[in-house]
């Protein structure tokens, strides 16, 4: 196959290239992506994509979009982002999947309250996912919905959820049939942060610089109508909008441009070895692997098919952090253990891209039983 731009594109991708040059600071690029979610560079930055209608150039138009059918032109976008550290924040995730499963899902009230502040840059999400003792396995939550005349009422928690401290919004999955199990029973929320009984503690851990954070729900009353798409059926929402998210955020794109950097290190210090030449080669061909997957998905996504092949893009991502990191940490030695080091940034971000958006072990258990038709461990 041979594959190219049109001219559109590639003069789209150089005024991209152009306006995050002018806009951000010196080496931005070099940071670990979602080091700065709530600075205010990060937050003038997005209000300034979102006021040139490059945040969401893949929605409709009537939504605030671009209204660009395409695949392609928010994927030369969300390379460019990734290619200068991911400047965007927690807002790459409303672009990418939040905004668009309410525009596939949402009442009209709900799109004309959540979509437009997510178009101009000015809305912040979390997702509540993950709970205590199910971890990445979402069908396994506990927490609960009760429906009480035209309310919910919310009681359990959620934990390692990213950029809750300063979300405006919540994502939320909990289960509103009890008598259920797996991922049947389950609905999604759209709930405010401030909302009584919504409580966020920050979790310290040893990514210091990506804290996550214990969310917990006691009775926490939310209306009916936060309640996004049908009851019972949230399962089907969220597997559709994490196919968006699994490839909506191209780290291979920085892993190979850090590659880069790491090389030409080591040829100024006289560090570049035959040994290391043949790792970073492997570990290039991955990162090409990686976009080659993300582009066959894109593709199927916008034919409307993609199915278990989003796992599998998920995972070549995630191998294509990890061969550069071993290529930046053998490099550097000891001094890849300092603190802001390409190598010691590297092996945070791929620390990261193992766990955000279901662990890589979990990707590994659907595509094994999703791709491979394998059955499901007892």
């Given at each position: 196959?041979?594959?190219?731009?049109?001219?559109?594109?590639e003069s789209f991708r150089?005024?991209?290239s152009?306006?995050?040059?002018?806009?951000?600071?010196?080496n931005?690029?070099?940071?670990?992506?979602?080091?700065?979610?709530?600075s205010?560079?990060?937050?003038e930055?997005?209000?300034?994509l979102?006021a040139?209608?490059?945040?969401?150039p893949h929605?409709?138009v009537?939504?605030?979009?671009?209204?660009?059918?395409?695949?392609?032109?928010a994927?030369?976008?969300?390379?460019?982002?990734?290619?200068n550290g991911?400047?965007?924040?927690?807002?790459?995730?409303?672009?990418?999947?939040?905004?668009p499963?309410?525009i596939?899902?949402?009442?009209?009230q709900?799109?004309r309250?959540f979509l437009?502040?997510?178009?101009?840059?000015?809305?912040?999400?979390?997702q509540?996912?993950?709970?205590p003792?199910?971890?990445?396995?979402l069908?396994?939550?506990?927490?609960s919905?009760?429906?009480d005349?035209?309310?919910y009422?919310i009681?359990?928690?959620?934990?390692w959820?990213?950029?809750?401290r300063?979300?405006?919004y919540?994502?939320?999955?909990a289960?509103?049939?009890?008598?259920?199990t797996?991922?049947s029973?389950?609905?999604?929320?759209l709930?405010?942060?401030?909302?009584?009984g919504f409580?966020?503690?920050?979790?310290?851990?040893?990514?210091?610089?990506?804290v996550?954070?214990?969310?917990?729900?006691e009775?926490?009353?939310?209306?009916?109508?936060s309640?996004?798409?049908?009851e019972?059926?949230?399962?089907?929402?969220?597997?559709?909008?994490?196919?968006?998210e699994?490839?909506?955020?191209?780290?291979?794109?920085?892993?190979?441009?850090?590659?880069?950097?790491?090389?030409?290190?080591a040829?100024?210090?006289?560090?570049?070895?035959?040994?290391?030449?043949?790792q970073?080669?492997?570990?290039?061909?991955?990162?090409?692997?990686a976009?080659?997957?993300?582009?066959?998905?894109?593709?199927l996504r916008?034919?409307?098919?993609?199915?278990?092949?989003?796992?599998?893009?998920?995972?070549?991502?995630v191998?294509?952090e990890?061969?550069?990191?071993?290529?930046a940490?053998?490099?550097?030695?000891p001094?890849g253990?300092?603190?802001?080091?390409?190598?010691?940034?590297?092996?945070?971000?791929?620390?990261?891209?193992g766990?955000?958006?279901g662990?890589y072990?979990?990707?590994l258990?659907l595509?094994a039983r999703?791709?491979?038709?394998?059955?499901?461990a007892?």
């Amino acid at each position: 196959m041979e594959f190219s731009w049109t001219a559109e594109q590639e003069s789209f991708r150089r005024d991209v290239s152009a306006f995050i040059k002018e806009t951000l600071p010196e080496n931005w690029w070099s940071r670990v992506p979602g080091e700065e979610p709530y600075s205010e560079v990060t937050l003038e930055f997005c209000r300034k994509l979102g006021a040139k209608g490059w945040l969401t150039p893949h929605w409709p138009v009537e939504y605030g979009g671009g209204g660009d059918t395409s695949p392609w032109r928010a994927a030369i976008l969300n390379e460019e982002l990734w290619s200068n550290g991911e400047p965007r924040g927690s807002q790459y995730m409303n672009t990418n999947w939040i905004g668009p499963a309410i525009i596939a899902n949402g009442t009209e009230q709900q799109k004309r309250h959540f979509l437009p502040p997510i178009t101009r840059g000015e809305a912040l999400w979390c997702q509540g996912f993950s709970e205590p003792g199910a971890g990445s396995d979402l069908a396994a939550m506990k927490t609960s919905a009760v429906r009480d005349g035209d309310d919910y009422v919310i009681n359990g928690e959620k934990i390692w959820t990213s950029y809750a401290r300063g979300a405006q919004y919540c994502f939320l999955l909990a289960r509103t049939d009890p008598t259920t199990t797996g991922g049947s029973g389950i609905s999604i929320f759209l709930v405010s942060t401030k909302t009584p009984g919504f409580r966020i503690v920050p979790i310290n851990g040893i990514l210091d610089i990506h804290v996550t954070h214990h969310m917990t729900f006691e009775n926490v009353r939310v209306p009916a109508a936060s309640r996004l798409g049908p009851e019972n059926a949230g399962w089907t929402i969220i597997r559709d909008a994490l196919a968006d998210e699994r490839v909506g955020s191209p780290r291979h794109i920085r892993a190979a441009i850090i590659l880069d950097n790491v090389i030409a290190q080591a040829k100024r210090d006289g560090r570049l070895s035959l040994a290391t030449l043949r790792q970073a080669a492997h570990a290039r061909s991955v990162c090409r692997a990686a976009r080659i997957f993300v582009y066959r998905i894109r593709q199927l996504r916008a034919a409307g098919d993609a199915g278990a092949e989003a796992y599998l893009a998920r995972c070549a991502i995630v191998n294509a952090e990890r061969a550069v990191a071993e290529v930046a940490a053998d490099v550097a030695g000891p001094e890849g253990l300092i603190s802001g080091s390409l190598a010691d940034g590297e092996y945070r971000t791929t620390l990261i891209a193992g766990l955000g958006g279901g662990s890589y072990e979990t990707q590994l258990n659907l595509v094994a039983r999703l791709w491979l038709k394998l059955p499901k461990a007892s």
